[in-house]
């Protein structure tokens, strides 16, 4: 099977940019941003926090600056509407819910729903609903953290009359104040878990947790079991998150960035004066399918997937085993090598150059040290290519980063349009960064995606 023989029949977005395919898109080509002042209203009862921003003063000690109380939360979100049946919401957390809506629109958006559940073979020759084993789910995932709230019950059981934590408590106070089924809400696998009860997929079925490429390698190994011919129809989703308070507090291994005079405007990849990245939650699926299924079910392709590839060549902090958010030149998060290495690959997958592709979408994400490495690469391999950066809208998403941008490069490539960058005159030279929506000159789009350890993935999609 070519990789042309891949189709994407089906996309659903859950973003701060809006709900769905139609109003993603519209909010991406008009440079709409999801990055607003967080306030009790917009927050909500999910524990997003405001954080604070420290930074070296000029004699060396440390200085708080203001809170950084940004982010790029999604708003209009009502699970309710898309989970069912609802007593499933108890056992799922926000990333499971946005990531089973997203699903849920993708599957309506390729016109499967009348399809699914699907059924065993005997029983669909008649129905006409699709087999059981002949669809599948590939999810990206990552570390879903607990509400703090969720446990502080059991860690008041735990108090001394002394005002301090006796942790041999713990055990029994937790047995008596934590709901039974409390980690089934937190497990990295659950969303293609549910997915695929819900669809009654029989077929592939696999959760990849490689941070902000977790994604793309989804629809990586999803399209190979297409190519395999063990399945006609794949769910390729990701969900992630940044806001939540368990994981603002426990890991900092990027720089945060204050607000902007132009709240909107704070999530500046690329940019020469930019700082940090800006919190954002998100989720994104695409349905892949065969074009022989897709032609046989009378369902129209979005867009085609046309090469991809994977590759990992250490960064150099992880290659010395340093981990910091610092944002000097040294840092060492991001590699431009594995950049490079993807995008060749994708490349010479689809048997395409450098001069073939019409668009990249970029995965700079504010941190001045990543995205030095991403300009390296876009630099070498795709010279005075178009460049658009979609996390400036949507502000960094953790494990669904990746995703997101592939999203943003099919509908890109089905628009024949590229998105804008509202701060393109403030980035270097050495990138074609897009300033105002323009048309595209060549079919073809490439998606990046990139890890501050190394790892690096390029998709190329071209529209059907």
């Not at 735990?158 to 041999?168: H, M, Q, V, Y």
């Amino acid at each position: 099977m070519n990789r042309s023989d891949i189709v994407i029949t089906g996309v659903g977005v859950v973003s701060s940019i809006g709900l769905g395919r139609e109003a993603f898109t519209e909010s991406l080509l008009n440079g709409d941003s999801g990055v607003i002042e967080l306030v009790d209203s917009t927050v909500g009862d999910r524990n997003a926090t405001a954080r604070y921003k420290f930074v070296q003063g000029s004699s060396g000690d440390t200085e708080q600056e203001s809170p950084v109380e940004i982010g790029a939360p999604i708003t209009d979100f009502d699970p309710k509407l898309f989970v069912k049946p609802r007593k499933a919401l108890k056992v799922m957390c926000r990333e499971i819910q946005t990531s089973f809506a997203a699903s849920q629109m993708a599957i309506e958006d390729a016109g499967l729903s009348s399809l699914l559940p699907a059924e065993p073979a005997d029983q669909a020759k008649v129905s006409g609903r699709i087999v059981v084993d002949r669809i599948g789910t590939v999810f990206g995932s990552e570390m879903l953290y607990g509400d703090p709230e969720e446990l502080a019950d059991a860690f008041a059981a735990c108090k001394t009359e002394e005002n301090e934590i006796d942790r041999s408590k713990f055990g029994n106070a937790a047995m008596r104040s934590i709901t039974p089924l409390w980690m089934l809400k937190y497990l990295p696998n659950m969303p293609a878990c549910h997915v695929g009860i819900a669809v009654n997929s029989h077929g592939p079925n696999n959760t990849l947790t490689v941070g902000d490429v977790s994604g793309p390698n989804a629809v990586l190994e999803a399209c190979g079991y297409l190519r395999r011919g063990i399945a006609d129809i794949m769910v390729a989703a990701a969900a992630g998150s940044r806001m939540n308070t368990t994981r603002t507090m426990f890991t900092e291994d990027q720089p945060l960035t204050g607000a902007s005079e132009q709240v909107e405007r704070s999530s500046r990849p690329h940019a020469k004066d930019a700082k940090g990245i800006v919190r954002g939650e998100g989720a994104a699926c695409v349905i892949l399918e065969t074009a022989e299924s897709a032609e046989q079910g009378n369902r129209k392709p979005i867009a085609k997937v046309v090469g991809m590839a994977s590759r990992f060549v250490p960064s150099a902090a992880f290659a010395e085993g340093r981990f910091t958010s610092s944002s000097e030149e040294n840092a060492g998060r991001g590699s431009a090598a594995a950049i490079e290495a993807a995008i060749a690959g994708a490349l010479s997958d689809a048997g395409l150059t450098a001069d073939d592709i019409g668009l990249v979408v970029g995965h700079g994400m504010g941190d001045p040290v990543i995205d030095a490495q991403e300009a390296e690469a876009i630099a070498k391999a795709l010279p005075g290519i178009p460049v658009t950066l979609p996390i400036g809208l949507l502000g960094h998403t953790g494990a669904a980063t990746g995703m997101l941008g592939l999203t943003a490069a099919v509908v890109a490539a089905q628009q024949g349009t590229a998105p804008p960058v509202a701060h393109a005159s403030d980035c270097p030279d050495t990138l074609n960064i897009v300033e105002k929506s323009v048309p595209l000159k060549r079919p073809h789009v490439i998606a990046l995606s990139h890890t501050s350890h190394g790892s690096a993935t390029a998709v190329i999609v071209s529209a059907t």
